[in-house]
């Protein structure tokens, strides 16, 4: 999942264009999802290492740096099962995917002033935005480095990844 790709008119990235760096750095059955810098691929490298080479050939593709979040299939199946929202429509719930585990003390340091809900994954933060994000005034400064994505995006990538390994 690609970091501030594709929202708000700023970096701007074809999702065909997104596809063939995949492919260019050896990722396989690359399937991309809507324009917001969502990609499935089989690779044999740890979600580690794919970061790093998946980085490098955005780096080299585009000019500019692009951070990812990179989840194995079962780790973002994983995370969709935890959610702890799962009361709540899920196109205004959303998982903000971050590289390590959210600081303990993040709800602690939250503003929700619209009532939004807040809980910690794994590495991820899950917020249930009630209204809507549009007009929400969530202050989450541990989601600053992070990428957030919709339960229905997330469940599509889960939906995705399935059927590559079924393939």
Same mark, same amino acid.
């Given at each position: 999942?690609? =970091?501030?790709?594709?929202?708000?008119?700023? +970096? %701007?990235?074809?999702?065909?264009?997104?596809?063939?760096?995949?492919?260019? /750095?050896?990722? /396989?059955?690359?399937?991309?999802?809507?324009?917001? +810098?969502?990609?499935?691929?089989?690779?044999?490298?740890?979600? /580690?290492?794919?970061?790093? =080479?998946?980085?490098?050939?955005?780096?080299?593709?585009?000019?500019?740096? &692009?951070?990812?979040?990179? =989840?194995?299939? $079962?780790?973002?199946?994983?995370?969709?099962?935890?959610?702890?929202?799962? $009361?709540?429509?899920?196109?205004?719930?959303?998982?903000?995917?971050?590289?390590?585990?959210?600081?303990?003390?993040?709800?602690?340091? %939250?503003?929700?002033?619209? +009532?939004?809900?807040?809980?910690?994954? &794994? =590495?991820?933060?899950? &917020?249930?935005? +009630?209204?809507?994000?549009?007009?929400?005034?969530?202050?989450?400064?541990?989601?600053?480095?992070?990428? /957030?994505?919709?339960?229905?995006? &997330? %469940?599509?990538?889960?939906?995705?990844?399935?059927?590559? %390994?079924?393939?």
């Amino acid at each position: 999942m690609l =970091r501030a790709v594709n929202v708000g008119g700023t +970096g %701007a990235l074809a999702m065909a264009e997104l596809r063939r760096s995949c492919e260019a /750095a050896g990722f /396989a059955a690359v399937r991309t999802y809507n324009a917001s +810098g969502n990609v499935v691929f089989t690779s044999p490298l740890d979600a /580690a290492a794919a970061k790093r =080479r998946l980085e490098e050939a955005l780096q080299e593709s585009t000019g500019r740096q &692009v951070r990812v979040a990179v =989840r194995t299939a $079962d780790e973002l199946a994983a995370a969709l099962a935890a959610n702890p929202f799962a $009361d709540a429509p899920p196109s205004t719930t959303v998982m903000v995917f971050l590289d390590a585990p959210p600081p303990t003390d993040t709800l602690e340091h %939250a503003l929700a002033p619209g +009532g939004e809900r807040l809980a910690l994954g &794994v =590495r991820e933060i899950y &917020v249930a935005y +009630g209204a809507g994000m549009g007009r929400s005034r969530l202050k989450l400064s541990a989601a600053a480095e992070g990428t /957030a994505r919709n339960v229905n995006t &997330v %469940a599509k990538l889960v939906a995705m990844a399935a059927e590559i %390994a079924a393939a």
